[in-house]
């Protein structure tokens, strides 16, 4: 278990552009796949994107965001990023990131053993 705070978040027009930061506890959060998920008011969690250990290999969710959103990662600050371009309001949701530091199926939640509190995130039109 990682101890996991989520900032950056807040309220842009459309179009808009927010960084949204994921800080650990652990020195050793390069062990850790992370991943960040979002959820609408009234819809289920969806995966957004997600990034290795070693911040080789990134995933996103579908054309949606790729292209918009680029997640990275800082492990000698034990952070990663979500930036996110030209937003639009359908990308209004509370914001999670989560680690493990299992191998799998990255867009399944039920994979992710620690995750933050969250961010609002809104985007009006």
């Known amino acids: 278990q990682v101890e996991l705070v989520e900032s950056g978040g807040g309220s842009v027009q459309r179009g808009g552009s927010l960084r949204l930061s994921c800080a650990a506890s652990t020195r050793s959060f390069s062990n850790y796949n992370v991943g960040w998920f979002r959820q609408a008011p009234g819809k289920e969690r969806e995966f957004v994107a997600a990034?290795?250990?070693?911040?080789?290999?990134?995933?996103y969710v579908d054309d949606s965001v790729k292209g918009r959103f680029t997640i990275s990662r800082d492990n000698a600050l034990n952070t990663v990023y979500l930036q996110m371009n030209s937003l639009k309001p359908e990308d209004t949701a509370i914001y999670y990131c989560?680690?493990?530091?299992?191998?799998?199926?990255?867009?399944?939640?039920?994979?992710?053993?620690?995750w933050g509190q969250g961010t609002q995130v809104t985007v009006s039109s």
């Open positions: 990034i290795s250990r070693s911040g080789e290999n990134t995933y």
């Open positions: 989560a680690a493990t530091q299992l191998t799998g199926a990255f867009s399944d939640y039920r994979l992710f053993t620690s």
